[in-house]
């Protein structure tokens, strides 16, 4: 408990410093990939007749502020590259299984990084990112 206490600790740090935000980055990547990774353990565990698409109608994730936004590329990550699933079938089911509470919209209370920390840090989740972004503008585009 002490060890998780004296992470925990870190994370009120200040990211304004690159040192500070990698770990903060990194720390955060930590939590949610745990969270994340227990989650699928756990659907699969005890529905192993189940398909993926079906753990919306079981599972749901809430997000708390910016710090847990990690849990969305990490979720695509271990079903795309991991579980193998296609990607639209894996975006439908991250689109329907998180939901987002933000109680602040101050941008200094929001957590952000420099791309070329994300890229050095998870690079597979900028290609997320930026994946999810690029379809993103393409479906308001043709709105």
């Not at 997320?128 to 379809?135: C, D, K, S, V």
Request: hydrophobic share 45%.
């Amino acid at each position: 408990v002490r060890a998780v206490d004296g992470v925990l600790i870190w994370q009120s740090l200040n990211t304004s410093a690159s040192d500070t935000a990698e770990l903060r980055l990194r720390q955060q990547y930590f939590f949610c990939s745990a969270s994340v990774q227990d989650i699928l353990h756990t659907y699969r565990a005890e529905h192993p007749n189940e398909v993926w698409s079906a753990m919306p109608e079981m599972v749901s994730i809430q997000l708390n502020e910016s710090h847990t936004a990690l849990a969305v590329p990490e979720l695509m990550r271990l079903l795309v590259d991991i579980e193998l699933v296609a990607w639209d079938e894996a975006w439908s089911i991250v689109s329907k299984l998180f939901f987002c509470t933000a109680f602040s919209v101050q941008s200094e209370a929001q957590d952000r990084w420099p791309v070329e920390v994300m890229r050095r840090v998870l690079p597979r989740h900028l290609q997320i990112i930026e994946e999810i972004n690029h379809r993103f503008l393409c479906d308001a585009r043709s709105v």
